[in-house]
């Protein structure tokens, strides 16, 4: 299996299938729900409403990032390492969006303060 194969696999996957382990990971080390919603805003530009229609329309990933009402021009401070990789070194822009995801919901887990975290 080639990496753009395995890349399309992740970018077809539910939103919502992958959004609960999200949420646990954070609740696991004290953080809400509700913290991971303001990340998923914040770096989307979906209202709270509009991230919960996605939520329960199934949106794969492909299709919640490239129909986010504004993607976050803040997002390119995101720097760091995840699942090995470097996130600004990752050349495909969808990867690095769902890179950019995952290494903020990391921070959140580690115990960050959301203001840092949202690169405020």
């Known amino acids: 299996m080639t990496t753009q194969d395995k890349n399309h696999r992740v970018f077809a996957?539910?939103?919502?299938?992958?959004?609960?382990l999200y949420v646990a990971k954070a609740e696991r080390k004290g953080r809400t729900k509700a913290e991971v919603d303001a990340i998923l805003c914040w770096l989307t530009g979906y209202t709270k409403r509009e991230l919960a229609g996605q939520l329960k329309k199934q949106t794969d990933f492909e299709t919640f990032f490239k129909k986010a009402p504004k993607l976050n021009p803040a997002r390119a401070l995101i720097k760091g390492v995840v699942c090995g990789v470097r996130v600004?070194?990752?050349?495909?822009p969808l990867m690095r969006e769902l890179r950019y995801l995952d290494k903020l919901v990391d921070e959140l887990a580690k115990g960050k303060a959301l203001a840092k975290i949202l690169r405020a």
């Open 13 to 20: 996957m539910k939103v919502a299938s992958v959004y609960p």
């Open 88 to 92: 600004e070194d990752i050349q495909d």
